[in-house]
C-alpha cells in the first residue's frame, strides 16, 4: 500500500557529492521518521541517518559533518546530501519509513536500494 522510490546513486570520485531521494507513495495517511542505511558488500546494514517528523536528527558518526538528511512532508520525500564522499561510503543506501496506511494499517517500509560506488 505504500512504496518507496529512491533516486540519486551513481558512481562519484573520492570528494565528489550525491543527493539521494526518497519519495513515499501510496495509500498514506501519515509518514512517521524517516531513515536512510546503507549495506556495504559483505557487511551488516547500517544506519545512517534519521530524521523525525517533527524534524530532529540523528547521523552516524561515520557520516557527521560529511552527510545532511532532510525531509519535505508535503512530499513525503526524505533526502540524502551527501558530501566529502570516501570510498568506505561505497554501499546500496537504503530508504525506511514508518507509515499510517489509509485504511489505518501501520507499516514499516523499505525501498528498493540504490548504488553508491565512490572510486579511489
Known amino acids: 500500500q505504500v512504496q518507496l522510490v529512491e533516486s540519486g546513486g551513481g558512481l562519484v570520485q573520492a570528494g565528489g557529492s550525491l543527493r539521494l531521494s526518497c519519495a513515499a507513495s501510496?495509500?498514506?495517511?501519515?509518514?512517521?521518521?524517516m531513515a536512510w542505511y546503507r549495506q556495504a558488500s559483505g557487511k551488516q546494514r547500517e544506519l545512517v541517518a534519521t530524521v523525525g517528523r517533527g524534524g530532529s536528527i540523528n547521523y552516524a558518526d561515520s557520516v557527521k559533518g560529511r552527510f545532511t538528511i532532510s525531509r519535505d512532508n508535503a512530499k513525503n520525500t526524505v533526502y540524502l546530501q551527501m558530501n566529502s564522499l570516501k570510498p568506505e561510503d561505497t554501499a546500496v543506501y537504503y530508504c525506511?519509513?514508518?507509515?499510517?496506511?489509509?485504511?489505518?494499517?501501520?507499516?514499516?517500509?523499505w525501498g528498493q536500494g540504490t548504488l553508491v560506488t565512490v572510486s579511489s
Open positions: 525506511n519509513t514508518d507509515a499510517i496506511t489509509a485504511s489505518y494499517r501501520y507499516l514499516e517500509v
Open positions: 501510496g495509500s498514506i495517511f501519515h509518514i512517521n521518521a
